[in-house]
């Protein structure tokens, strides 16, 4: 049939498989659709060829180190104009990757946490004010985002937002939003012919929001060089001033704008979608909100005010398996590609070449009931870890995994658990769960009602 891989039936001209996959919700389609397809199928879409694994057991290969690496799938290849060889859309080989990962994993320990802490608590408080000070009635998402483009622009760059004090989104994230569609369609569309016109035009069209984007970025650079703002050694301290302590290299200026932008942008949709689903699932089940809220009291006791401090934020465990319960089922980055290192046989049976790469779905993945059992779908945070459970991986997996994932759980933790300490959080019983995809995961519509409660009652 000229496929490798199963595919979908029916479908065998390769503009006819554009409509196997809904590009509005390409994850929900492939949910809704193509679970009966088996562990790993194919989809031609626009003459590019898209390989899914599905199946824990066939995540577990494509995760081991000594055989596989990160690929760049098509819509990751597409951020390359936008993000360049920043570390999250680098090619492995790429020199800046391993000088940038070098240069910044220090900042992101567990340890390095407790430099973050205050800014982060600070942040929240903002978030609390402009909540007391209003209706009580929020737009989950749209809050969320507020609160972690803030957190990362203020820990990371000493850069505000001023997110709190209006009801528009920032121009930078709403040109990042257009960056980044764009993008993805940029690298969907890749093997069209005319593509490279289509781009150009569609680039054209956007040319504002992207000049915008270009120079807010300069400007961080140019106040920080200048010194009209410090921020000591945070992310970006780190990289305008610190040489390689081996080679002495340093990152080009043109790299570290790539680092802003990646930063700026990974470092604050995914976490905000985590924290949305995990309060979408609280508002759903009364006993695990009241177990949530219970664990608050006996942390920071009766004060609404209490901010934990960086000690106290690890033993939220309850909190914390609630949001690893909502990254399970709706892991914000939905998933990551892998390439064999040399031609190599998957599962036993399919051959790839280094040339091929295969996408983890990782919200099929993390469902697969081999690994979670019947109740694969349903929300339960202490649920029981299994053999296969190790194919949970939400921040990735390898060396090209998420250099933000203490950085994502000590926020997310933090804010979840005095969110759940300061107020009752309602949503409206009819609400069924709608998915919003750009890059990442985000419910759409979700509003709910915060009232003030008195903690520790
Ligand atoms: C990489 C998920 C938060 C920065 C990744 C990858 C995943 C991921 C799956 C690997 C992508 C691949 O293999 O192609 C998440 C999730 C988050 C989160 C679910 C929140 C819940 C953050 C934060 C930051 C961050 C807070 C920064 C402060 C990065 C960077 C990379 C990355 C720079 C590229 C790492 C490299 O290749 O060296 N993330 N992330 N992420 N993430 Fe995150």
Known sequence: SGFTFPHPAGRRRWMKDAHAIDPERPVQSILERHRDLGPIFEIVVFGQKFVFVTSAELAAELNDESRFVKANSPALEGLRGIAGDGLFTAHNDEPNWQLAHDLLAPAFTKHAMQRYHPVMAETLDELFAAWDAGSGRVDVSADMTRLTLETIGRTGFSQAFDSFATDEVHPFVEAMVVALTLGRRKGVLLALPGSTLLARRLDRKHAHQLDYAQRFLDDIVASRRSGATTGGDDLLGIMLEQAHPETGQR????????????????????????????????????????????????????????????????????????????????????GYARSPRETTTLGGRWTMTPEDWALVVLPLVQRDPAAWGESADTFDPERSRTRLSSTTKPFGTGERACIGRQFALHEATMALARILHRYDVAADPAY??????????????????????????
Request: charged share 25%; aromatic share 8%; net charge negative.
């Open 251 to 334: 990152l080009s200026d043109e790299n570290i704008r790539y680092q802003i932008l990646t930063f700026l942008v990974a470092g604050h949709e995914t976490t905000s979608g985590a924290l949305s689903f995990a309060l979408y699932y609280l508002t759903r089940d009364p006993e695990v909100m009241a177990k949530a809220q219970a664990e608050t009291d006996a942390i920071l006791g009766s004060d609404a005010d209490a901010t934990p401090s960086y000690e106290q934020v690890p033993r939220f465990r309850y909190v914390r398996k609630v949001l690893d319960e909502a990254l399970r089922l709706w892991p914000t980055a939905p």
């Open 432 to 457: 069924t769960l709608r998915i919003d995809e750009r890059l990442t995961l985000m419910p759409q519509g979700l509003e709910v009602t915060l009232t003030r409660r008195t903690p520790g009652a």
